[in-house]
């Protein structure tokens, strides 16, 4: 069974509009890790966020933010007023105990329109 | 830093080629682990080490071969090259406690 499902493969969206990029996981653990990785063009793997299952807290970094809900087993990541450089596939990551490894979903590609 | 350094960073072989693709991170992290990347199917997970000397199967092992002899360094090893195995590689380093992954820039594999 998929562990991560990021049901959105690709968006489009013009310059300056907010984008929800949405993560669906699937775990039995009660201590799990989740995370967010930016793929640019030039195809490396960039780290964004971690959240630790006890830490329900919302964040927000610059236009970046995150909301975690255990009830819905979403982690979902919005960009507000999107800009070009976001433009990048993004992952979506479940680690479930200390040192395991990661289960990665299938990536949304973000395309922001000039 | 260097961090993660893979290499090569392109590669062809032809069907039935050996080859290994190495992987090396100066960071002295505990987890290594080896990554494949395919279209619409986001990055699997190949084979993986939580200490040198200790290696386990991913979710895609078949035809890969690692081995964990030092810290540093974690080469994966294509057996018999097929087709099958075109895709792009990720090598990956974490330290203990579930911090986040350091990614190498990645090899991008061809098997003709």
């Known amino acids: 069974a998929q562990k991560v499902t990021q049901a959105q493969t690709e968006i489009s969206v013009v310059e300056k509009e907010d984008v929800t990029l949405d993560c669906v996981y699937e775990t039995r653990d009660t201590t799990y890790y989740l995370f967010w990785y930016k793929q640019p063009p030039s195809g490396e793997l960039v780290f964004l966020i971690r959240?630790?299952?006890?830490?329900?807290q919302n964040e927000i970094s610059g236009r970046y933010s995150w909301n975690f809900q255990k009830s819905t087993s979403s982690f979902n990541f919005t960009i507000t007023a999107s800009q070009v450089v976001d433009s990048a596939v993004y992952f979506c990551a479940l680690s479930e105990a200390p040192g395991n490894q990661f289960y990665f979903g299938t990536g949304t590609s973000l395309t922001v329109i000039p | 830093n260097a961090g993660v350094t893979q290499t090569p960073k392109f590669q062809v072989l032809k069907t039935g080629q050996s080859m290994t693709l190495q992987c090396a991170q100066d960071m002295n992290h505990e987890y290594m682990s080896w990554y494949r990347q395919d279209p619409g199917m986001g990055l699997r997970l190949i084979h993986y080490?939580?200490?040198?000397?200790?290696?386990d199967q991913g979710e895609v092992p078949n035809g890969y071969n690692v081995s964990r002899s030092t810290t540093e360094d974690f080469p994966l090893r294509l057996l018999s090259a097929a087709p099958s195995q075109t895709s792009v590689y990720f090598c990956a380093s974490r330290s203990q406690g579930n911090t986040e992954a350091f990614f190498g820039q990645g090899t991008r594999l061809t098997v003709v």
């Open positions: 080490s939580v200490g040198a000397g200790i290696t």
């Open positions: 959240r630790n299952s006890f830490d329900e």
